[in-house]
Structure formats: C-alpha cells, structure tokens
C-alpha cells in the first residue's frame, strides 16, 4: 500500500471533502433564506464535526505505532497464520508465536543488531557471573548501549558480547516452531549441551561447553529497557535457563542437559521490520567482521554512515584511526564468494575526507 492509498490519507481527503459540502451547505442555507434555514445549518454543523473527527482518526492511524504481536482468532487458518507470521509475532488463542524464518537462517530483533548490546569488545566475554563466589564486580546497573540515536537501550546485569548474540539467535531458534512460555509458566524446552551446539553450528568441544553455559547465565540475568518513537518497553528476562550437569564438582559431559524458557514477552520485540533473519553461517562469525554482517543484513539498501557512528554503535573501544583499519580488514573478508548472500559486501567506499563509509551489498544489486 503506498502513501496515497494509506488509510490516513483516505480519511484526510474524506475529511476535506466533508468540510467542502458543510461549508457549501451553510452557504446555501444562508444565502437561499429558505424557511429551513436553522435546519440546514445545523446540517452543516453536524457534516463540520464528522469531518473533525475523520481528521483526528486520521492522525491517530499515523501515531499509534503498529502493534508488534498481531492477535488472530484461535480458529485462523493454518493459510492466516503462516501468512502473518512472514511479517511479524502471532497471538493466536492463547499461544503466541515469534515469526517464521527459514530453517537456513536464525532471527534476532533488529534493535540488538544495530547496537553495542552485543558489542565486540573481547572483554566483555570474559566477565564471567561467578554466583557461587559473589562476585559482583561485572554487574551494571541501567547501562546506555550505543546505538542510534532514534533508540535508548539500557542494560542491567552483565555486560554482553558478540559470543552472547550467537547464542541467544541459538535460543530463539529453538522457539521457530514453538510457543513462547505464558507469564509464570512452568513450560521449558530440554536439550543437551552437544545438541545445542551442534544446532548453533560449531563443533563441541569442552571450552565450547564451559563459554556456553557461560553465556546463558549472562543472559538470563540480562534485562533491557528500549524507548523508541512512541514505544517504550521493558524486558524483564531474555530467557531462563536451568542445567542438570555436574559444573559444581567440575565435571562437564556432552549429555549434560539444559533447559530454556523464553517468555511471550520477547514476541514484543519481533513487531513489523522489528527483527532480522541472518543466514545461519553469518550468525556465528566473530568480532567486527560478525557485528558488521549481522548489522548490514537488515538493510534493504546502500547509504552513507558516518566512520564515528559504526565505531560507537559496534561497541568498538579503540580510536578511529585503529577501528578504520579493523574496518576495511572486516568488510574485505565478507567480501569472500563463501559468505551469504545476506552480508556479502561487493563494494565499500569512503568519502573524501574518509569520514564515511558506504557499504554495498550482492544482495542489493540483485
């Protein structure tokens, strides 16, 4: 639906033409004398105030923001629900439903991807929650995340990193054809550490075993706050993990068990091009060169940023002349025939001062 079509645009022209007849009506009445003259500009008046009204309506069609998890009937065809969910989260009877993807691919919201939520700073990954010990020293309170300035993100817990973003894409995969868990419900999805990380793409092994488990209890203890346009919403818990293994004593198995729970109120973050589908070789790169992949694969098109504003919200913390070199080295290599069609760069440039960079992407020139 284009502009000129759009429900508000119809509403206004209707209002104009409404006002158009009560003020062509008025004049009627009043230059006619007719002995119905009172009825007539009380007409009129009544056609002004429908006309007010269709204005009001009209703005509020522009302002109030869509809603993110779209509500269908608990008898909506299997046709309406795979329909809907291309778009964005379901609630379909009592089941809510983030959307689909493709099983080549792993989605994440799209306000992570174009932060510092998951920031390529090495250290952060190694903040590790030591709860039998107490320690507390990583622990940030109503943190601001870099990111755009359309966005406020704030964070409390344990700073994340880009490990942490591969891992929670993991999570939600797990929920590609699953409900998400009701508020105070006890509903979990069960399965080993080997099959998680086989489902995350990488080979197991026992670091592999020990950063994961890691990673999950950073992000259960995560909780954000996003403020964007009209739209504020808190996130309690990104998830909630439990683990049947034997870490207190040492001892980590490949069959060690571990159970997710990822609440409904995540759907809240997957609204009409609120998340983004990353090919699933693409969600486990590293370092800048994954933040830059995952960032440009939900763009639809080229345009110029500015070099500070990539340093600020990738989370980078060296100075601009080192993070331009990092730069160049990182969209060189996703320049490679392997890389997914999704974040294969086939051209960059800079400005003439090379304070900018625009990056272009294979799939945009298809």
């Known amino acids: 639906m284009n502009k000129a079509t759009s429900p508000a645009n119809f509403l206004r022209k209707h209002a104009e033409n409404t006002r158009k007849l009560a003020y062509d009506t008025a004049q009627a009445a009043l230059n006619g004398g007719s002995s119905e003259q009172d009825t007539i500009l009380r007409a009129a008046e009544q056609l002004g105030r ?4 269709m204005e009001r309506r009209a703005q509020l069609d522009v302002i109030q923001p869509t809603p993110s998890v779209v509500i269908l009937p608990a008898d909506a065809t299997g046709e309406q629900v795979k329909k809907a969910r ?14 689909a993807w493709s099983d080549v691919a792993m989605a ?10 998951f920031s390529t700073r090495e250290h952060v990954q190694t903040c590790l ?15 601001k995340i870099n990111s755009f300035d359309n966005l406020n993100l704030t964070i409390s817990g344990y700073e994340l990193s880009q490990f942490d973003r591969k891992v929670y894409a993991t999570c939600l995969d797990y929920y590609r054809d699953s409900p998400l868990a009701p508020k105070e419900s006890e509903n979990h999805i069960s399965t080993s550490f080997y099959q998680f990380i086989k489902r995350m793409g990488q080979v197991y092994g026992l670091n592999t075993h020990k950063a994961i488990r890691a990673s ?5 203890f995560a909780q954000l706050r996003l403020r964007y346009k009209e739209w504020n919403l808190e996130v309690p818990k990104l998830l909630a993990v439990n683990f049947e293994d034997g ?4 001892k980590y198995n490949a069959s060690d068990i571990l159970t997710l729970q990822i609440s409904e109120t995540i759907a809240q973050l997957f609204g009409p091009g609120q998340w983004t589908a990353v090919d699933r ?31 600020h919200i990738s989370g980078y913390s060296s100075d601009r002349s080192n993070f331009k070199k990092s730069l160049v080295a990182a969209l060189e290599k996703l320049k490679g025939e392997h890389i997914p069609d999704c974040c294969r760069v086939s051209a960059y440039h800079f400005n003439g001062d090379g304070t900018a960079v625009m990056v272009v992407l294979s799939a945009w020139e298809q």
Do not use: C
């Open 129 to 143: 929650p030591e709860m039998m010990d107490g320690e507390q020293s990583s622990v940030v309170v109503n943190k």
């Open 216 to 220: 999950l209890l950073r992000l259960s």
């Open 247 to 250: 870490a207190i004593i040492g």
């Open 50 to 53: 429908h006309a007010d009204r």
């Open 108 to 117: 994440l919201p799209t306000h992570f991807l174009r932060s510092a939520l």
């Open 86 to 99: 291309r778009r964005q989260a379901i609630r379909k009877g009592n089941e809510t439903y983030l959307p």
């Open 281 to 311: 070789e693409a969600v486990i790169y590293d370092g800048l060169k994954g933040w830059l992949a995952n960032f440009y694969a939900g763009h639809s098109k080229a345009a110029w940023l500015h070099i500070d504003t990539l340093r």
